[in-house]
């Protein structure tokens, strides 16, 4: 007999309670009705994740619960379905008070400040629910503290193994971290499962859907079991969830691959063997196609703007276009993420914007049939120098007119943006955020900043890689190729050129790469031949920085380290090394 399974790969809303009950009951409908009798849904479903400190909130667990009973009663109607909802399930005080005092000694849940702060009165949870009953609940044993993640600042640890039967398959849970560890697995295989489902969401970055293919096939080989991998979809502020949900055999072969960055519900059944020494097996399942890293990047990219800019209710997008490559990127971006009619671009020339950066700007808005508007910054430029003309009595130009420039144009856009409602999206990438290459107030201005995680390299990457798809049906190239082969420049005095304040690109990001995202010691970096003198600048430029990135705006997590929730180092700090 044949189990057949579902993994409900859903797009979910933080704190839409309702609405993500609704999502589950609705996909578990739809795949009863093609024969499902297992239905996964991903980590926290309920609540969506991650709900940071609502999960502090007494009344937002209250809500959970009541969200979870509406799933229930809603397919108590279907007899012999199971569906597997996460979500966060509240403790009673004296239980977590017990789980709190064998918590591990070093961990930030043992002792009074844990409690001070009244965490750890939820668990992790994902509950198994069959015509209207609770069959099983299964708490989170390895709760992530690294990176994007703080679980233990929310949860108490589960302590063991859960297990249920469907269809006379016995059926093992797990979520995300845990199957990252050996014991979780193990105490499973020990209780007598014959099949694990993970519950997982797991942030995207490039190259992770490879990570966690590989470590499932080896936890599966490792206690001879198949395993299903129910994996989130869509953009959750910072971060984006890229599905790409899975299941391998028991010797770790991949059996099924359901599509990146789009809701998907993946089918598949599971046999067990005639054999009790024997492993089940994975049948009628679908391998997606392979994808690059620039496809996964771009993806996660565009899902990234649209869910931000949809599920906070924003009714469109605008931008400063000024010629260069990150404006035209991000640009391209929006565009594919929300359509050309919910994207406005701004072109605000100064005395030094070349005529080239006019005709590139127009020509970009064309192709891609976006509204554009030239708004001059020359007369507020004048008049912020005449009204500083005596206080600049005797002084030299500097950076203090190019940030003036700057900042004009900040103004004029965040004033559009009051009076229209649309939604600033900032242009500047990762290099430039890493060494202060921006300007407070000025490019920095917006409310969602795209690219902050994608090196200048990258960006060139990313805009040849386009030029060259056409994933989403626009018939051209979205970009001109001037604008990716002339020299990028800032434009804000007299034939500037960035590389005229930076070391050139491909150096730059290699040592941000090594030093911010790998951690490696400046002497390391220097050791590996790269230039002292561009190490020791672009790691100094790193560190008195840090003033900068805590006021911009928020952005698209798509590396394994990011400036924000990944790098968390104090502005006001004398240690250089």
């Not at 609405?19 to 849904?41: E, F, K, M, P, W």
């Not at 804000?492 to 030093?515: F, N």
Request: net charge negative; with cysteine; proline share 5%.
């Amino acid at each position: 007999m044949t189990l057949s399974i579902c993994v409900a790969q859903l797009n979910f809303v933080v704190g839409d309670l309702t609405g993500n009950a609704q999502r589950i009951i609705q996909a578990a409908r739809s795949a009863y009705a093609q024969g499902a009798r297992l239905v996964l849904t991903p980590e926290l479903s309920i609540a969506g994740y991650a709900a940071e400190d609502l999960f502090l909130r007494p009344s937002f667990l209250e809500a959970c619960d009541l969200a979870l009973a509406q799933v229930s009663q809603a397919l108590a109607d279907l007899p012999g379905l199971f569906v597997v909802v996460g979500h966060p399930a509240r403790m009673a005080a004296s239980k977590a008070e017990a789980l709190l005092q064998t918590a591990p000694g070093d961990s930030p849940l043992n002792g009074a400040f844990a409690r001070s702060l009244s965490v750890a009165q939820c668990t992790n949870s994902a509950t198994v629910l069959s015509e209207g009953q609770v069959v099983a609940t299964y708490a989170k044993r390895e709760l992530p503290n690294y990176q994007v993640f703080d679980e233990r600042r929310y949860f108490v640890p589960g302590q063991s193994a859960t297990v249920f039967e469907v269809a006379g398959v016995k059926v093992g849970l797990l979520i995300c971290e845990d199957a990252w560890f050996d014991t979780p697995a193990a105490d499973a295989k020990t209780a007598g499962v014959e099949l694990l489902a993970v519950l997982n969401a797991s942030p995207f970055h490039v190259g992770k859907s490879h990570e966690r293919q590989s470590r499932m096939a080896e936890c599966a080989r490792a206690v001879n079991l198949p395993l299903i991998y129910a994996h989130l979809v869509g953009g959750q502020d910072e971060v984006v969830f890229d599905g790409a949900s899975f299941a391998v055999q028991a010797h770790g072969e991949l059996a099924a691959l359901a599509p990146s960055f789009q809701e998907n519900k993946m089918s598949l059944g599971f046999e067990k063997s005639s054999d009790s020494n024997q492993p089940g097996t994975w049948v009628n399942g679908t391998v997606a196609p392979e994808r690059s890293p620039e496809a996964d990047l771009w993806d996660a990219l565009v899902l990234g703007v649209r869910d931000y800019v949809t599920k906070n209710g924003f009714p469109s997008v605008l931008l400063g276009l000024s010629g260069g490559i990150d404006s035209a990127l991000v640009l391209a971006i929006a565009v594919d993420a929300l359509g050309a009619d919910k994207v406005r671009a701004v072109m605000m020339p100064s005395p030094y914007t070349a005529d080239i950066s006019w005709l590139d700007a127009r020509d970009m808005a064309a192709r891609l049939n976006v509204r554009y508007d030239e708004l001059s910054i020359v007369p507020e430029f004048d008049a912020f120098k005449a009204s500083l003309a005596s206080d600049f009595k005797g002084l030299a130009e500097d950076a203090t007119e190019e940030n003036i420039q700057a900042r004009i144009r900040g103004t004029l856009l965040m004033a559009l943006s009051n009076k229209f409602g649309a939604l600033v999206l900032t242009t500047g990438n990762k290099s430039e955020m890493a060494t202060g290459y921006c300007t407070l107030y000025g490019d920095m201005a917006g409310g969602f900043a795209v690219i902050k995680d994608v090196a200048k390299t990258m960006v060139f990457d990313l805009a040849w890689w386009r030029n060259a798809h056409d994933p989403y049906g626009t018939g051209q190239e979205p970009i001109p190729e001037r604008i990716i082969t002339r020299p990028p420049s800032a434009e804000l005095r007299p034939d500037q050129k960035d590389q005229d304040s930076l070391p050139p690109y491909e150096v730059l990001d290699e040592i941000l790469e090594r030093y911010m995202e790998n951690n490696e010691s400046i002497e390391a970096i220097i050791a590996s031949g790269l230039p002292k003198a561009d190490v020791e600048r672009v790691t100094r430029l790193i560190k008195i920085n840090e003033y900068k990135r805590r006021q911009a705006p928020v952005g698209i997590r798509v590396t394994h380290r990011s400036f924000g929730k990944d790098w968390r180092y104090p502005i006001t700090s004398q240690f250089r090394s």
